[in-house]
C-alpha cells in the first residue's frame, strides 16, 4: 500500500545549494502537483503536470524547476534556495479530468528549512 | 484580497460539541467545493466533496454551500477528540483544469476530551 511518497521528510540546507526533492506515486495517476504549505497562505500550487513530459507552472513557480520523465516520478529542485523557500511541501496525484472528483491525493510532505 | 479567505483559528471545543467551520471567496466561476482534513505532520486528505449550492451530509459531518453568498461551511456533529486536525476548504472552477484548485489557510481544530 504505497501510494504517494516523498523523500526526504526533512532537510536543512544553506542559502545557494541545490535541493531536490522527490516524489514517487504508484497509483499511475495522470497529474501531479507540487504544493507549497505556508502560515497565513494555505496550500499554493507552484508546479503541476498532466502527464510525462508535460508540466507547467502553478501560482508560486519562481525558484523552482520540475520534470517528469516517468509517469510515477515528479521531482521537484530549487536551484539556489533561499530563505524565502523555507516551506513544508506537498507533492500531490489525481487521476485525469474524465474521472476527476476534484480529489488529490498528497504524500506527507518534505519539510524544507534553508539558512 | 484572497481569493479564498478562512479564519486560521485556532479553535478549541469540548467533546460532543457542534464545530462550524466556514469559508468565503471572492471568484463567483467557483463549483466545486472541498473539504480536506490535515493530521499534524500528516499530508491533506479529502473529507467532503459538493456540487453548486446545498447541502451534503456524510456522518458526522454536513458541508454546505451558499454561492449566493460566496460561503461554504462544514459541520461536525458530537465532535470527538480524533477529529482534531486542521481542516482547508478548497475550491476549482471545474473538473477540467487541475491547476485552479484554490486553499483556504485552513482551521485548526482541537477537541478536548
Known amino acids: 500500500d504505497a501510494g504517494i511518497t516523498q523523500s526526504p521528510r526533512y532537510k536543512i540546507t544553506e542559502t545557494g545549494r541545490q535541493v531536490t526533492l522527490m516524489c514517487h506515486q504508484t497509483w499511475s495517476h495522470s497529474y501531479m502537483f507540487w504544493y507549497r504549505q505556508d502560515l497565513g497562505h494555505g496550500l499554493r500550487l507552484i508546479y503541476y503536470?498532466?502527464?510525462?513530459?508535460?508540466?507547467d507552472k502553478g501560482e508560486v513557480p519562481d525558484g523552482y524547476v520540475v520534470s517528469r520523465s516517468k509517469t510515477e516520478n515528479f521531482p521537484l529542485t530549487l536551484e539556489s534556495a533561499t530563505r524565502s523557500q523555507t516551506s513544508v511541501y506537498f507533492c500531490?496525484?489525481?487521476?485525469?479530468?474524465?474521472?476527476?472528483?476534484?480529489?488529490?491525493?498528497f504524500g506527507e510532505g518534505s519539510r524544507l528549512t534553508v539558512l | 484580497q484572497k481569493e479564498v479567505e478562512q479564519d486560521p483559528g485556532p479553535l478549541s471545543v469540548p467533546e460532543g460539541a457542534i464545530v462550524s467551520l466556514n469559508c468565503t471567496y471572492s471568484?463567483?466561476?467557483?463549483?466545486?467545493f472541498m473539504w480536506y482534513r490535515q493530521y499534524s505532520r500528516k499530508g491533506p486528505e479529502l473529507l467532503m466533496y459538493t456540487y453548486s449550492s446545498g447541502n451534503k451530509e456524510d456522518g458526522r459531518f454536513t458541508a454546505q454551500v451558499d454561492k449566493s453568498s460566496k460561503y461554504i461551511s462544514l459541520f461536525i456533529r458530537d465532535s470527538q477528540p480524533s477529529d482534531s486536525a486542521t481542516y482547508l476548504c478548497?475550491?476549482?472552477?471545474?473538473?477540467?483544469?487541475?491547476?485552479?484548485?484554490?486553499f483556504g489557510a485552513g482551521t485548526r481544530l482541537t477537541v478536548k476530551p
Open positions: 478548497a475550491m476549482r472552477r471545474n473538473i477540467y483544469n487541475n491547476n485552479d484548485m484554490r
Open positions: 500531490a496525484s489525481s487521476e485525469g479530468a474524465a474521472l476527476n472528483t476534484g480529489e488529490l491525493f
Open positions: 503536470s498532466a502527464a510525462a513530459d508535460i508540466t
Open positions: 471568484n463567483s466561476a467557483f463549483q466545486y
